[in-house]
Each structure stands twice: as C-alpha cells, then as structure tokens.
C-alpha cells in the first residue's frame, strides 16, 4: 500500500493543478399569480315561507366561501350579467338579492356593474372569504317560480381599476 502512496499523491496534485471552474447563471421568472376558488358552484336558497314574506326577506348565512391565493395585492370583484332575477313577466328585481361579508352588518344589493368584495396590498395563501345572501320578499310583487342569476366573481391584481 506504501507504494501507491506516492502515486495518489501525484494524481491529487494534478487534478488540483488542473482545475477549472465554471460558472452558470440560473434565471427563473415568478410571474404575478392569482387563483380563486368557490366552495360550490351552485346557490340554491332555501324555500320562502310565510313568515318570511312577512317579515319581508329571507337570509342564507355562509352560502359562500371563496378561497383567495395571491402572490400580489388583490381584490375580488363580484357582478352579474343579468338585468333580473329571471323567471318570468313580471321579473324579480336584481337589487332583491343582497349580499354580505359574513360578521359585517351592511348588506349590498347585486347589481350588474362590477362591485368589490375584498381586497388587500398584502399576498394571501388559502384566504377564506365568507358571504351571506339575503333575498328580498313582497307580498304583492313576487309571483311564484323559480329566480335565478349567475354571479360572476373575479380576483385581479389591486392596481387593476
């Protein structure tokens, strides 16, 4: 083994002589991401009774929770195409559904022009916005049948008007 020695060595010194270095320069892109995610796809509010066109609305608290992921500010903008609650002549009103965050007071009535939900200048991972609905009920003016709207949300970058 003693005479390997000298060899080993030998071939270390070389390759140390040898050496050569090289550089590679890594680049990646991150660009601005977004996603937005509903808890269903589908509203169905519970069936209006008496005591509900009584008291003049009905609620469905925590009908929806969007789940909001952003690596940039945000908002998440909510608006329907509808001009009604489609179902027949005469329509139901689009400003008879109202929504809400859930544990805020103010309700909103939907409108078909864009509204902002939420919003904030700090990126968020799985951030869970909760919303109430509220549908406004007359007596006189509600026909029986069946109402429906499709609300249309959005997450955009905070800069986006």
């Given at each position: 083994?003693?005479?390997?020695?000298?060899?080993?060595?030998?071939?270390?010194?070389?390759?140390?002589?040898?050496?050569?270095?090289?550089?590679?320069?890594v680049q990646m892109t991150v660009p601005p991401l977004?996603?937005?995610?509903?808890?269903?796809?589908?509203?169905?509010?519970?069936?209006?009774?008496?005591?509900?066109?009584?008291?003049?609305?009905?609620?469905?608290?925590?009908?929806?929770?969007?789940?909001?992921?952003?690596?940039?500010?945000?908002?998440?903008?909510?608006?329907?195409?509808?001009?009604?609650?489609?179902?027949?002549?005469?329509?139901?009103?689009?400003?008879?559904?109202?929504?809400?965050?859930?544990?805020?007071?103010?309700?909103?009535?939907?409108?078909?022009?864009?509204r902002r939900v939420a919003r904030s200048q700090n990126?968020?991972?799985?951030?869970?916005?909760?919303?109430?609905?509220?549908?406004?009920?007359?007596?006189?003016?509600?026909?029986?049948?069946?109402?429906?709207t499709t609300l249309i949300f959005t997450v955009a970058?905070?800069?986006?008007?």
């Amino acid at each position: 083994m003693t005479k390997y020695l000298p060899f080993i060595a030998c071939f270390i010194s070389l390759s140390l002589w040898g050496a050569q270095e090289l550089n590679v320069l890594v680049q990646m892109t991150v660009p601005p991401l977004q996603n937005l995610e509903l808890s269903q796809n589908s509203l169905n509010m519970p069936e209006s009774k008496t005591e509900d066109f009584d008291r003049g609305y009905i609620d469905f608290p925590d009908a929806l929770t969007l789940n909001i992921s952003s690596n940039v500010p945000w908002k998440v903008l909510v608006h329907t195409e509808d001009l009604t609650l489609t179902n027949r002549n005469p329509p139901k009103p689009l400003a008879d559904l109202l929504w809400k965050r859930s544990k805020r007071n103010r309700y909103r009535a939907l409108r078909n022009k864009t509204r902002r939900v939420a919003r904030s200048q700090n990126p968020v991972f799985d951030r869970k916005i909760d919303l109430d609905f509220r549908v406004l009920l007359d007596w006189v003016d509600d026909s029986p049948g069946n109402y429906q709207t499709t609300l249309i949300f959005t997450v955009a970058g905070n800069d986006v008007p």
